[in-house]
């Protein structure tokens, strides 16, 4: 079983910027693809960011394409979230997610991932 550990969540004024990081527990573990997801209070989730792990590859939803950055650091196997210029609506739980196959960057879809973090809380404030 692998387990993803995340962290870096907390409240920022919005302008500001936060990085979130995911680990993942099972160092021998090597996804296809990560992909990070939030989910507001009362919405549905939706994706924000995936990379295909082996290319780097990037994928953002147009929400936050210009402000959010995916990276990776295979050394460490893990996988982060620079998001700058935070707004009000920016506000949710984020989620990290890794898939076994590359099919799910190409998809962005949350039933083709795997492997789920248990979620840190972002909030922006105006």
């Known amino acids: 079983q692998v387990q993803l550990v995340e962290s870096g969540g907390g409240s920022v004024q919005a302008g500001g910027s936060l990085r979130l990081s995911c680990a993942a527990s099972?160092?021998?573990?090597?996804?296809?693809?990560m992909g990070w997801f939030r989910q507001a209070p009362a919405k549905a989730r939706e994706g924000v960011a995936r990379?295909?792990?082996?290319?780097?590859?990037?994928y953002y939803a147009a929400s936050v394409k210009g402000r959010f950055t995916i990276s990776q650091d295979n050394a460490k196997n893990t996988v982060y979230l620079q998001m700058n210029s935070l707004k009000p609506e920016d506000t949710a739980v984020y989620y990290c997610?890794?898939?076994?196959?590359?099919?799910?960057?190409?998809?962005?879809?949350?039933?083709?991932?795997?492997?789920w973090g248990q979620g840190t809380q972002v909030s922006v404030s105006s």
């Open positions: 997610a890794a898939a076994s196959t590359g099919g799910a960057c190409y998809t962005g879809e949350a039933a083709d991932f795997d492997y």
């Open positions: 099972r160092y021998t573990y090597r996804s296809a693809c």
């Open positions: 990379i295909y792990t082996g290319g780097g590859s990037t």
